[in-house]
């Protein structure tokens, strides 16, 4: 059985910064992309950042310059450095990961963590 644990989100000020951190456990036997989206009440979830296995990294536009995305491979995890967070930052943020568990591949998600930018 695969799980994605996150952690790191909570409430931060106009201009902060906050770390996600998300890291598979179980029957991980290879990871290939691991990506952090959101989602509002009402909105589709949207994807914030993705990273490849060699490193080659993806942003949505509104993120860029201000979001970091990582990851650890032999820690099997992937981080989120936000920082300059805005208002319209608000949100759940979802870990994802493709991973084979050594039979095949699936694809999967972390339980979700809130970001809540605010004054």
């Known amino acids: 059985q695969v799980q994605l644990v996150e952690s790191g989100g909570g409430l931060v000020q106009p201009g902060g910064s906050l770390r996600l951190s998300c890291t598979a456990s179980?029957?991980?036997?290879?990871?290939?992309?691991m990506a952090w989206y959101r989602q509002t009440p009402g909105k589709q979830r949207e994807l914030v950042a993705d990273?490849?296995?060699?490193?080659?990294?993806n942003y949505l536009d509104s993120v860029k310059g201000r979001f970091t995305i990582s990851r650890d491979n032999a820690k099997n995890t992937v981080y989120l450095q936000m920082n300059s967070l805005k208002p319209g930052d608000t949100a759940v943020y979802y870990c994802?990961?493709?991973?084979?568990?050594?039979?095949?591949?699936?694809?999967?998600w972390g339980q979700g963590t809130q970001v809540t930018v605010s004054s």
């Open positions: 990273i490849r296995v060699g490193g080659i990294t």
């Open positions: 994802y990961a493709r991973i084979n568990d050594g039979r095949t591949w699936r694809d999967y």
């Open positions: 179980g029957s991980v036997f290879s990871i290939s992309n």
